[in-house]
T-cell receptor, first 113, second 113 residues
């Protein structure tokens, strides 16, 4: 009963390096989201997807790209990491409908030095 | 602008005591409101959901209220336990524009002996 799984759990990057965060869900959910969580701030939406092959920008999309080639996977890419992208990243998924619960992964702690 | 504000920012109570957390929102059009619990180092987990027509809902020692007219919600925790120490996040779902969620910044609760 995996739910939402994020890979990796921790990562340290040097400024300018690139990386991809993987989110996988096994609940056949249509909607998937990437958030970042910073101290003193609520979760902020980076990008989201309402179905396989679709993506859309959220509140803070700059510096990130995403892809949803398969329904169960949602990838978040950082092309050239910056210290401002040091954060905890959460992936979430939920089924269609206005009242469905969002299920979250365990988070990825990213530090850019 | 859609906003969710929570108070207090942090709270310390003794084990066995009760407490109430507040959430005010300006999200429109409103779909429903959920309270999430986030343990340190983990992703948020849903505690309750409140739809437009519901005033009160309980889940064990947690009781949520909603006043859709004043756009306020509260989460009451009865007979607190050490395991209640966590961040409690108010999340408002709104319709339109990609089925996005708006997060409050959370109330950090610490229960002490």
């Amino acid at each position: 009963n995996a739910g939402v799984t994020q890979t990796p759990k921790f990562r340290v990057l040097k400024t300018g390096q690139s990386m991809t965060l993987l989110c996988a869900q096994d609940m056949n959910h249509e909607y998937m989201y990437w958030y970042r969580q910073d101290p003193g701030m609520g979760l902020r939406l980076i990008h989201y997807s309402v179905g396989e092959g679709t993506t859309a920008k959220g509140e803070v999309p700059d510096g990130y790209n995403v892809s949803r080639l398969k329904k169960q996977n949602f990838l978040l890419g950082l092309e050239s990491a910056a210290p401002s992208q040091t954060s905890v990243y959460f992936c979430a998924s939920r089924d269609t409908g206005g009242n469905t619960e969002a299920f979250f992964g365990q988070g990825t702690r990213l530090t850019v030095v | 602008k859609n906003q969710v504000e929570q108070s207090p920012q942090s709270l310390i109570i003794l084990e066995g005591k009760n407490c109430t957390l507040q959430c005010n929102y300006t999200v429109s059009p409103f779909s429903n409101l959920r309270w999430y619990k986030q343990d340190t180092g983990r992703g948020p987990v849903s505690l309750t959901i409140m739809t437009f027509s519901e005033n009160t809902k309980s889940n064990g020692r947690y009781t949520a209220t909603l006043d859709a007219d004043t756009k306020q919600s509260s989460l009451h925790i009865t007979a607190s336990q050490l395991s209640d120490s966590a961040s409690y996040i108010c999340v408002v779902y709104y319709t339109g524009g990609g089925n996005k969620l708006t997060f409050g910044t959370g109330t950090q609760l610490k229960v002490e002996l």
